[in-house]
């Protein structure tokens, strides 16, 4: 007999069978002996109240073992068959490249940076001597920006796609089986490039491509419709179909297409800080008491706020993180968060961002579709400048933020290039500050301690997606007016981040399939 059952249990309950199993059993009446296997289907934690609860549901077998259950997706050989070509290696670029093979098509991907293993040397550059290679950081390389700068796989795009198939494909891959039940799942930047290199493996096994150190330069269109494209060395490649995955960093894409008359439109997109707390803090405040305990893990938090008509978030929150230098190019300053999976790290951060409208520019006006772009521009190179042109990051203790003055000091943080204490107040623009300001308070209002003097604001963070978005049809996924085009993923507008961005190259996988046949 199989029972499904939804269980509320304490953290010790549900950390180890032992526990669960006694309670599982009075629960249905039986006795433990007759419990022949329980299997942990969704996990979830409940800290609203005092008193913390696991929520699980699990399916109980009495008296039968519970079926084989093992997904596990099949890639056909498509060396000699027809191609497509993928711009970009990230998750939507990886993902849509694994669908096409199962779907009898053969993807040559083009990535501008490089391999997993080559791309940590020059991210450990930038932490040693603060020098960032425009084609290979903590933004473009092998696995895209996810790769390194956290590796949390929520989303509410399941709308969209199938969310469980992305998780089973990377736990087919390496990555943990606990991703599929857990309600938040997390890789960690530790595990995700052996996951990473792992699809790469599939695909090349499979008789696909992948060609690393290849900056696309040119798309090859022709009459309304996209016939490949030109590499920086001058290569040519013609495809039927084209994926443009690029990523909401690849400014010198968004550029590249602006040249060549593809339409592109401005969106909405938001800017901040990322804010950085002792984890022990956001532990004690979330979890209402003063340790967490062996049983709980690194908590988090997310909060949206309205302030003067723009919504105020966290973004991107990494529990046991740290903070990391993510500009793309020399003379930037981007920070960004990552955890490992271990998420053990004494900081928590999160971004914390203000909404930006396209109508909140009209300083940019003369930017045209690209005022948003500028915008980004330009407060990154003030940040980089306050630091004395280097990857130190400006920083303000939240506490003085708010107040609206510079900071005497700062306490230790897990930034290691290192952080310079800066009047952030002041420096970022002040529709950015004021509704920061506004909507730290509100959050400390609810969620008494977040303003902390132990706290700190680090700027700038600016990527949290795209100003741009490269309109493509609601249908067939082509861009809407230059055939064999699809644009793809977070740079194209249509995600945000590694679960979402990989649905929408399946969805754009699934699309060429259809429309070249």
């Not at 056909?76 to 098509?105: C, D, M, T, W, Y």
């Not at 978005?469 to 740079?491: A, S, V």
């Amino acid at each position: 007999m199989k029972k499904e059952l939804n269980i509320s249990l304490t953290p010790k309950q549900a950390s180890d069978e032992q526990f669960y199993r006694p309670v599982i059993a009075q629960k249905l009446g039986v006795d433990e002996t007759e419990l022949t296997a329980i299997v942990v289907r969704r996990k979830s934690i409940d800290a609203r109240q005092r008193q913390i609860r696991i929520n699980m549901g699990v399916a109980v077998y009495i008296g039968q073992q519970p079926e084989v259950e093992s997904t596990s997706y099949h890639y056909q050989n498509v060396e000699h068959k027809r191609p497509v070509g993928i711009v970009g290696a990230g998750p939507a670029g990886l993902f849509a490249a694994l669908r096409l093979i199962e779907l009898g098509v053969k993807p040559i991907l083009f990535e501008r940076g490089k391999n997993v293993s080559d791309r940590k040397r020059d991210i450990a550059l930038i932490h040693r001597e603060h020098l960032i290679n425009p084609d290979s950081n903590y933004g473009f390389g092998e696995g895209g920006a996810g790769t390194f700068s956290d590796g949390k796989l929520y989303t509410r795009s399941k709308k969209r796609g199938n969310v469980k198939k992305i998780l089973e494909v990377l736990v087919q891959f390496g990555a943990d089986p606990e991703i599929l039940i857990d309600a938040h799942p997390h890789v960690g930047t530790d595990k995700l490039p052996q996951v990473i290199r792992g699809i790469r493996e599939q695909i090349l096994a499979s008789g696909g491509e992948i060609h690393f150190n290849s900056r696309v330069t040119e798309l090859m269109i022709k009459a309304g419709e996209c016939k490949g494209l030109t590499l920086s060395d001058g290569s040519k490649f013609e495809f039927e179909a084209l994926i443009l995955a690029t990523g909401h960093s690849a400014r010198d894409i968004y550029e590249m297409l602006y040249r060549q008359g593809v339409n592109l439109e401005a969106k909405t997109f938001a800017m901040g800080v990322r804010v950085e707390h002792p984890q022990a803090l956001i532990d004690s405040i979330q979890y209402h008491q003063a340790q967490r305990g062996p049983f709980l893990p690194a908590a988090t938090y997310s909060f949206v706020e309205q302030v003067n008509d723009r919504g105020v978030y966290s973004f991107c929150m990494c529990p046991g993180g740290f903070i990391v230098p993510a500009a793309t190019a020399p003379g930037e300053m981007v920070v960004n968060g990552m955890s490992a999976s271990r998420r053990n790290s004494p900081f928590a951060n999160s971004g914390l961002v203000v909404e930006v409208r396209p109508e909140d520019l009209r300083e940019f006006q003369q930017h045209g579709v690209f005022a948003g772009l500028e915008f980004q521009r330009q407060i990154e190179k003030l940040c980089f400048m306050i630091n004395g042109n280097t990857q130190l990051a400006p920083a303000q203790r939240l506490t003085d933020f708010v107040a609206g003055k510079k900071s005497a000091d700062l306490p230790e943080s897990s930034y290691r290039p290192g952080l310079v204490t800066a009047a952030l107040h002041d420096k970022l623009p002040k529709r950015i500050a004021s509704r920061l300001r506004g909507g730290i308070q509100q959050i400390d209002k609810k969620t008494k301690g977040f303003l902390s003097n132990e706290a700190i604001a680090v700027g700038v963070e600016s990527r949290t997606s795209s100003p741009l978005r490269i309109p493509r049809n609601d249908h067939d996924l082509q861009h809407i007016r230059i055939k064999g085009l699809y644009p793809c993923g977070e740079g194209a507008g249509y995600a945000g981040g590694i679960a979402s961005s990989a649905i929408d190259g399946e969805r754009c996988a699934e699309a060429v399939a259809q429309n070249i046949r």
